[in-house]
């Protein structure tokens, strides 16, 4: 290379680099796309390749920043489980979900990369605490998987529950500030939720061959039936609950971190699809966490016109061809303990008090086939941690969880009386995690991931430091 002349301006030649500087959502989406398409042409060899491209992929979007990172995550978790029906649409129903194994896969790797060089002075104490009692109270339950011989489960489960943990951490140490990874995540939601949610309206008139051939074949009840106007919408995604809960999320973020009117047009299809998928828990969650935003001056005034606008669209909803399937599930919401859901949520914790032990010590992870007769079905985290943690250690578990979610909202009154923008979507995030408690296993897999990665950005706008005068100011 040639050097350039003293007193010149001429700088020398940069290298070029080897791997082109895309950004990591534009990589996740292309490396979908040719995974789908190799997997509908050579069936099963595109899993195990998936989750190895995976892991190559969340190191290299791992080096362009963590907001980079957080965002292809949010790209993976919403389009692999589309990925994983069309392969097995090609190469036969999958049972154990492999294909899905990649996003934990690329989620994991940070915390491999950064946690080995911690340093207790770059975590708080209110932060760490949470994730580490969770964490002990998973590895407990593990243990008690293994030690019944059932490794299978106890692997699932360690790795559904345990790398959203490892993630949160990885947040914590790598440096940028929480603002600044919400309102990334905010930025990959405005593709995100359009798409998935034209989708899922399409889907609940005319589902798609792979989406009624994995609905035949799984042993999933509350998806509906896979026909015309009778699927209850998920979308790309893995399930109601897990569609439901991922817009539910995508769309506090979106509404007050990215509030240019065009993009609440965009949001349009993602409402409507979040009604069709009926589950009543995301709605709750999301009434929740905007009456949380109403008690703010930072966002009073988006969450009120977001009321009138969802108020509007559901309206518009209950007049459309499926208004009435709609207007029925709204109306179950008033019949209280009388609910069939909620009998049989009752159901659960009786059946668990009459065992002999009343479930003291916990009998570890397992797998439950709703669709088999006589059997129980395992919802919300109460009875999840009662069932497989026991009653002593499930009640330790839960009461980390609520640390956490107290946290988050001792966060946004403390910031700046009430006033920080960021903090307070952060504590309707987590004001929406309470309703979701008693009915969905929050710690888990994609549910997990979107809890504890907001949880965990408890100091998004931090207390302000009080002003201290100058030496000879008068305060």
């Not at 990589?27 to 995974?35: E, G, Q, R, S």
Request: hydrophobic share 55%; net charge positive.
């Amino acid at each position: 290379m040639t050097a350039p002349l003293p007193g010149s301006r001429m700088r020398p030649a940069q290298p070029v680099p080897l791997w082109p500087d895309v950004p990591g959502w534009a990589l996740a989406i292309a490396f979908l796309t040719v995974t789908a398409a190799v997997g509908l042409t050579v069936g099963s060899p595109a899993r195990p390749l998936f989750i190895l491209g995976c892991a190559a992929l969340g190191y290299h979007v791992w080096r362009q920043g963590a907001e980079a990172h957080l965002q292809a995550l949010l790209v993976l978790f919403a389009f692999a489980p589309l990925v994983r029906r069309l392969i097995d649409l090609r190469a036969g129903f999958d049972a154990s979900g492999l294909t899905l194994v990649g996003p934990l896969v690329f989620m994991g790797l940070p915390g491999l990369l950064v946690i080995p060089d911690l340093v207790p002075e770059k975590l708080r104490s209110r932060q760490v605490w949470p994730v580490a009692t969770v964490a002990g109270c998973v590895v407990y339950a593990v243990t008690l998987t293994m030690f019944q011989g059932d490794w299978t489960n106890a692997a699932s489960n360690a790795l559904k529950s345990l790398t959203p943990l490892v993630y949160a951490v990885a947040l914590m140490a790598s440096g940028p500030r929480p603002e600044r990874l919400l309102r990334a995540a905010a930025a990959a939601f405005v593709v995100i939720l359009p798409v998935i949610g034209l989708y899922g309206i399409y889907q609940y008139v005319d589902p798609p061959e792979w989406d009624r051939f994995w609905m035949n074949s799984a042993s999933i009840l509350s998806a509906g039936q896979p026909i015309p106007y009778g699927v209850r919408t998920f979308s790309v995604l893995n399930g109601p609950a897990s569609f439901a809960t991922f817009t539910a999320a995508g769309l506090v973020l979106v509404l007050f971190l990215r509030p240019a009117w065009w993009t609440a047009v965009l949001l349009l299809p993602a409402a409507a699809a979040l009604l069709l998928s009926m589950y009543r828990t995301a709605w709750l969650s999301l009434a929740v966490g905007l009456v949380f935003c109403l008690m703010f001056r930072s966002t009073r005034a988006r969450a009120a016109a977001a009321f009138v606008a969802i108020a509007a669209m559901t309206a518009a909803t209950l007049v459309s061809p499926f208004g009435e399937v709609v207007l029925d599930r709204f109306s179950s919401l008033a019949a209280g303990a009388g609910d069939g859901s909620a009998r049989e949520r009752l159901d659960q914790f009786f059946a668990l008090w009459m065992r002999p032990d009343t479930g003291l010590f916990g009998s570890g992870y397992a797998t439950v086939d709703v669709g088999s007769a006589g059997s129980m079905a395992i919802d919300g985290m109460f009875i999840t941690c009662w069932m497989s943690m026991g009653l002593i250690v499930g009640l330790v578990c839960i009461g980390a969880l609520f640390l956490a979610i107290g946290n988050a909202i001792a966060g946004a009154w403390s910031s700046e009386g009430g006033n920080g923008e960021t903090s307070v979507v952060i504590g309707a995030l987590a004001c929406g995690a309470i309703v979701q408690m008693p009915l969905a296993n929050i710690i888990s897999a994609e549910l997990g991931f979107l809890f504890w990665t907001f949880v965990v950005l408890v100091p998004a706008v931090t207390r302000p430091a009080r002003h201290r005068p100058k030496t000879g100011q008068v305060p």
